[in-house]
């Protein structure tokens, strides 16, 4: 199965796919913020020792956020806020193994430097705007819309 069987084509629905690359960036910024509010939470309850593991903490709790966030409507905050959603191949919006998959792959390029350029390359020049990882598993990051 093609994404041209499922998909919108880009070319004759462009909006749906316009300034993703930008919004992806600007959601990762608030999710960014987020869950360093979060973390910042969670650390009095670790008696202030968290401050020695802080970007630890920070991966783990930016993990499970992204996980529980994309599980649940398919977007993080910071992606709802910029109006934008993560389909897979067949439409669908992302369930728990999708949403653990697709973060596990995130994080793996953006872990690797060079595959974080190579996703960035991808989101700018791919007709669906998509990521490295959104390559592999067959996922499209949209424009939110009630019409798809």
Not at 123 to 140: A, E, F, P, Y
Request: glycine residues 6%; charged residues 15%.
């Amino acid at each position: 199965m093609s994404y041209s069987e499922i998909l919108p084509d880009p070319d004759r629905h462009e909006e749906l796919y316009a300034d993703t690359p930008t919004k992806r960036l600007l959601a990762w910024l608030v999710d960014l913020v987020i869950v360093a509010v979060l973390c910042a939470l969670i650390l009095p309850f670790t008696f202030f020792t968290g401050i020695f593991f802080f970007p630890v903490m920070m991966m783990v709790i930016g993990f499970a956020y992204r996980v529980i966030t994309l599980a649940r409507g398919s977007a993080t905050w910071g992606m709802r806020l910029m109006s934008m959603e993560l389909r897979t191949m067949q439409g669908h919006r992302f369930d728990l193994p999708t949403a653990f998959l697709h973060t596990l792959g995130y994080s793996v390029s953006f872990a690797v430097f060079p595959l974080q350029i190579v996703s960035i390359v991808l989101m700018l020049t791919s007709s669906r705007r998509q990521g490295l990882t959104d390559h592999i598993m067959g996922t499209v990051p949209m424009n939110k819309t009630t019409l798809y």
